[in-house]
């Protein structure tokens, strides 16, 4: 716990204003981090065995003229654990408590990979909550969760979070997952790939050193998100909404199909393919996503 403390002041030298709060959610109690009230509600929701320190590289420049909120999901750093607890409505519920008693008005909702499914369920459920969508490479269409790819990764960090250990046990642990490399019929470790470097890895290690293993499960077992129907989903989108789809052939989970099907169902949308960004975007590169999002952001100020 003192790590934790010590490692948000650090983070707080570049981040003036921005602390953690809990939010009792019913069931469970959300950690969040909060920026300075310098405009309107931003909430950033991380993906999959994340946590809220992910979305680090761009809050310096997205605080400057909105109002952070990042809240760790349940079952996901300082939140609550809850035994087989991970259903996609569950997620959603707690952000719309957070959304309703905490915020109290309609906010821009910028979801990555597990986040931007939440992000869709929220803004298709509660759409008096949210003003604006950002949608970062997460699927659309279900299908998608057998990508084998990504069933080899969580496998692995399931694995990993269930052995735990320290911070540079998992980190190695990480490195050495195998997997399926996108359109060819090899296969590598994943401190081989692009990107995965050791500062890295072991910023992943926190991450998943405190994630609850059945997140990972559940996801592998399809019941996460069971019943989920992009398609439905979409149709009940009213705010604008902003894809960013990462590359394919690079491990994109946003395929071209989903963005084609979103273009035809929202009724406000922007979509931006990135040729050279995998599905991890801006927690490997912040500035073209920032660039995106922020063309997005100054869009919803004029309009």
């Not at 983070?11 to 204003?17: L, V």
């Not at 990764?153 to 490195?175: N, W, Y």
């Not at 491990?251 to 050279?276: E, T």
Request: overall charge negative; some cysteine; aromatic content about 6%.
């Amino acid at each position: 716990m003192n790590h934790e403390i010590e490692e948000t002041t650090a983070f707080n030298e570049r981040n003036p204003g921005l602390v953690e709060r809990i939010f009792a959610a019913g069931e469970v109690s959300l950690n969040y981090a909060e920026g300075p009230p310098n405009g309107p509600p931003l909430v950033l929701l991380h993906g999959l065995g994340r946590r809220w320190q992910v979305f680090l590289p761009i809050v310096p420049a997205l605080s400057l003229r909105w109002h952070i909120f990042i809240p760790d999901l349940r079952g996901h750093g300082k939140s609550s654990h809850v035994a087989r607890g991970y259903h996609g409505p569950q997620f959603c519920g707690d952000i719309a408590k957070l959304l309703r008693d905490r915020i109290g008005k309609p906010a821009i909702l910028f979801g990555h990979s597990l986040g931007g499914m939440l992000a869709m369920s929220i803004a298709s459920d509660y759409g008096d909550l949210v003003r604006a969508l950002i949608l970062g490479d997460n699927m659309i269409v279900g299908r998608d969760l057998r990508h084998p790819m990504y069933t080899a990764l969580f496998a692995g960090l399931r694995d990993a979070a269930r052995t735990g250990g320290s911070v540079e046990q998992i980190a190695k642990q990480i490195g050495s997952i195998i997997l399926p490399v996108p359109g060819t019929s090899e296969s590598l470790a994943i401190r081989e790939l692009p990107g995965n470097d050791e500062p890295y890895l072991l910023a992943w290690a926190r991450c998943v050193q405190m994630v609850d293993p059945d997140t990972y499960e559940m996801t592998l077992d399809g019941s996460s998100l069971e019943g989920w129907n992009g398609e439905n989903v979409l149709r009940k989108i009213k705010c604008p909404t902003l894809l960013l789809q990462g590359a394919p052939q690079m491990g994109g989970l946003m395929s071209d199909s989903d963005a084609a099907l979103a273009a035809r169902i929202l009724p406000h949308h922007a979509h931006v393919k990135f040729k050279n960004l995998g599905h991890a975007l801006f927690i490997q590169q912040p500035e073209p996503v920032l660039r995106a999002v922020n063309n997005f952001l100054e869009s919803l100020e004029v309009s």
